[in-house]
């Protein structure tokens, strides 16, 4: 009981790595918004392994078929359930999970919440069980452009220490979708790229930052006191796989700062209230306040990697585990669709909240 | 709508700077917990305002009242509703928050969301809000405490830049007390005093990071995918006034490791499954794993300074604005129980969750 | 955790019978909304006992407090809290319900879900719990008038086997206050009065049925397929206290009909789509279709008695009880402001989820 | 956004009776029950029209799918999906459905409040959309199977003036399925055959009452004050499609009765409280008192019949409707399962409520 995200905009997502499939039903979504499959598949695309050399070979097409809740192109206001079938379900690959847990990853942790476990392939904790998630992030973002204008674009900010320079006012994703690693600064990208290769090369992993803005959001999306914009932001990125920390315009880094040098003061610009500055980030008391909504998302290392590690077994001995399944050296560019959606889904389900107070 | 957090140890929070008071509705609290006023007054103490010169001298007693939900010194399983009156309600001190947002507040964006706002003192952007958090936090911690043995202990880890060194497994209420600062690293403590004085007389104010530990936390914890018990306490904490930014375990540290290095090891430790380090912060793939849960939460500088600074006006034209009213220079030490009242509320929540499956 | 009422417009009520008080934290309410303390306290007046020989002489004033969420006469959109103190709570009234179990009351399932369970005067169980939800209605009609012009009436449609003439489309509050039985056929109420005074001269106690029409209530409230109009509505009656039924248009009658009987034809009239006959209540697929929404609702007879009657001890031995207490010998009058107090909660709550999505 | 039911067994309803399928996510399934697929169909067979000559001779062979949250037979406690694929969907047999409204059906509520509507079959609020109520309902049985010892029998009681006598305490599936109409008395289900083929042969159709017992259901379940379990029920079976009114316990014919006729005195029978009687049908307080739970269910007579009914079209003209494709004469029979779902379903939640707290 914890695979439903929303209030009015609400997903429920299921689907192990193996088995029947893996999808989503949004329930809410407004009623004769224009969308197409083709739409959902483009999102989907881009999450999909075996994009490019940096990211796990996994090669299923994750063709994507709605269910229901369309007509004729248009949404019913019904719910909408997307389906994409497992294809590449080669358990076999994945024997070695059966009786070890792996460092880091959540086999311990489902074994002993559940008492039962889907062991190939991560099962529900797989990675794979974001498709649900970039799909109805697909939809939210149609439902977004519809009502408001709102614009939203990752991008990888950070691998291990190869920081890129990236100006969140002007990111596009075209510029995010030029260099496999999705870093609009090419430089940077071209360093990642090594990074990741050599890490691979190396059996080993590296995690990294995604940063995200969204423009065009509305003043006035939040609900304090617990569902603040940037609180549901915050749960939205942490619910994703490897996510260790999120930060909120300024971040950590603001508490370095005093406040007469944190502060955003207001001015008249543009014939409207605007800040100078935008170290909130675009939200200000858990409300949008107009400016850029700024988010942050931290990544760890990937897990899973090919050098021998201590363990222990599910029979509670010590055991060693090698990685030999396949497996995706940094998370990051696979990252970047992820965080979109989250986003997209946390804003349009405030849309519609505020909608129904406005 | 937003002011209810949780799904079975459900809180409902509600008052306003001023007016007749705030407090909180909790709804799901099992039955038969031993509970009492005082150890509700007790956390509430702790968040109370004009305990030191470091924070703000607003003067208010709080004391609460038990409404309903107690029976003989035990709860009775209905709702537990508790008022704190609202007693110092200056409300004349604040005339200047009325024609003028107040830069990184909260001010403009309730305007322009509700279309009127209780400008006394901030009204429900109030950091006055956190009391209805922290009487139920004392609630939850009593559950836990019943149902399990966990205890939460959160502390002043920077203030600024000043970083205190505080080992998580060992950190203790009593040396957390032992200073006004709430940092539990006495040399620390003395410097952060001395840098928070400094820029209460400047007019200014300061930032940080809080720290908390939960022990004892039962393995199993944690509703995947969108309910892991990360994203619940990065929600919950992402929720409290001035919180920019949140990390579990390793946090955005942990990204500059690669993944031989960031694992956390198995190995049977003490007849039972540990991890050997705990960059996890006791949580892989959003359930507990029964190692210390490690958090950390970013505190900006507090928007409130004496310092005239550039905003605009409710009418929509540039003005100048000069703090005049009380002002807490670093709401960190404040922010302790707060943020040990959001831990509590997450893992009692998930607590009896976790018992309806198991 | 079963308090909460409603999705967008969500009331939390809280209170025992005895203790400090009753009340309700409306969470969700539009705001700029005008309300006055007034308007909340003439419903709880209607709802108040010990306003006529026909109801228990229980004397408490029920004076409301607004604690929240108001400012210069409107609401602020932020949770609205309401407090009614407990005055007449003579707990030793009700000593002999410590010992025994009242029939057909809540005494021994409260004492075997929660363990625990306040004796005094039914505790939760009260009918004193549903001062919170009549203090919420009235704030709900107000939403109701300001955002349509939405207009609520219920009566005492029969009390035993004493039926009342009522014509929903035309029946007001005037005519339903106008007898201490509300119930606007002023024979029949006569007679319901001769009946409730020779029950209540007999130890003994009557039931019957209160009708509701909601008129105004635009074309489109609803969502399916759980959260039907009539699906809230009933959950909302038969979560009442005493309530054992509801009916929804046509109801039960309607089942004695043929399909080309009871089908509500369509026409135009007045310029728009009406029907004719109004069997579906103004609720079809679960969404109102423009006409008056009806519903009934069966409020079997008040559980306490004064005759003697058997039961069992908290031990479990076998006993008499004799009722000693105050006793209510219908409590149909009471309940007319209750099923409106609901109805307005279900269509506030729906108006706003439709706003959403229009 | 209202096709979700439940708070810890949740489940989600997708499709329309034209698409790809219909079908249900299960989110808050306790892990490792047993469970086959084999015993979700069996209740999807009991639902799926095409039976007898008295219901709709729509065949589609219902075949359901489980796509995720089981594993080697038994459940992850991970979200299951379960698909039903659309096969019949002759869209064209509905053109009439285009343009013109039917009575007392939802094509004129779901236009005016979504603006768009699936025409053919009735779209979501065709009786096809209960495949996902039966199937989740399937699933909740065996929970309570496994958890408890709940049984769940339900029956048709009357068909339009014909009233069966059925015994709660002892009716028996057996009974009920050895007859097509689904009455466990024999003679009356001869009788309600012919009244069937008749109202069939005369274009016309008939409603009626279905009657439903659980026993077995431990004392305790329910959450008062909104969430009683009597609240619940009403909802759920009021969320059926042609349902007008719901029953608990003594329902309508016990405000007919005085208090002192009326109560269930309590009594120590096979070693534990019980009541003689039962008019509270097995809930007091809104809390299960381990007595049988009873409930009755009005069912309107279906709104499509074959004779030529007024109506008015899309574009807001008179027009005349005459039903030409399939039509149900009797809901009842199919209306069977339904309800034992919904039961199932209601009792499931709040046994998983009750053990978070016990």
């Keep these: 009981m914890g695979s439903?995200?929303?209030h009015l905009f609400r997903i429920s997502t299921f689907g192990?790595?193996?088995?029947?499939?893996?999808?989503?039903?949004?329930?809410?979504c407004p009623p004769r918004v224009p969308l197409s499959l083709e739409e959902i598949q483009q999102e989907l695309d881009r999450r999909r392994p075996g994009q490019s050399v940096l990211v796990t070979p996994r090669q299923e097409a994750d063709r994507a078929e709605i269910l229901s809740g369309l007509h004729e192109g248009r949404t019913l206001g019904t719910p909408i359930a997307i389906l994409v079938r497992n294809e590449d379900a080669r358990a076999a690959a994945y024997e070695a999970?059966?009786?070890?847990?792996?460092?880091?990853?959540?086999?311990?942790t489902y074994q002993e919440k559940y008492g039962i476990r889907a062991w190939q392939g991560g099962g529900r904790a797989s990675a794979r069980e974001t498709v649900g998630r970039v799909a109805a992030g697909a939809v939210a973002r149609k439902v977004l452009a519809e009502l408001a204008a709102v614009e939203i674009v990752a991008w990888v900010s950070r691998v291990h220490d190869i920081e890129a320079v990236v100006d969140p006012a002007t990111v596009s994703r075209t510029g995010v979708e030029a260099t496999p690693t999705r870093c609009p600064d090419p430089a940077a990208a071209a360093r990642m790229v090594a990074r990741i290769e050599a890490a691979r090369d190396d059996g080993d992993?590296?995690?990294?930052?995604?940063?995200?803005?969204a423009r065009g959001v509305p003043v006035g999306l939040g609900e304090p006191v617990f569902d603040k914009l940037d609180a549901d932001l915050g749960r939205a990125l942490l619910?994703?796989?490897a996510c260790k920390g999120v930060e909120i315009g300024s971040g950590f880094a603001g508490t370095w700062l005093?406040?007469?040098e944190h502060n955003d003061p207001f001015e008249i610009r543009d014939g409207r209230v605007r800040t100078r500055g935008n170290r909130s980030g675009g939200i200000q008391g858990g409300i949008s306040n107009g400016e850029d909504v700024l988010v942050r998302a931290a990544f760890k290392p990937t897990a899973t990697i090919r050098k021998a590690q201590d363990s222990v077994s599910t029979a509670n001995e010590p055991a060693i585990i090698e990685g030999k399944g396949r497996h995706d050296p940094?998370?990051?560019p696979r990252a970047v669709p992820m965080v979109e959606a989250m986003v997209a889904l946390v804003l349009c389900d405030h849309l519609l909240r505020q909608r129904a107070i406005a």
Tied chains: 1, 2, 3, 4.
């Design 16 to 28: 192990e790595s193996h088995g029947g499939g893996v999808g989503v039903v949004i329930d809410g």
């Design 4 to 6: 439903s995200f929303g």
């Design 258 to 260: 005093r406040g007469s």
């Design 205 to 213: 992993s590296l995690g990294g930052v995604v940063g995200c803005v």
């Design 97 to 108: 999970m059966r009786d070890v847990y792996r460092p880091s990853h959540a086999d311990y």
């Design 330 to 332: 940094c998370v990051l």
């Design 239 to 241: 619910s994703l796989p």
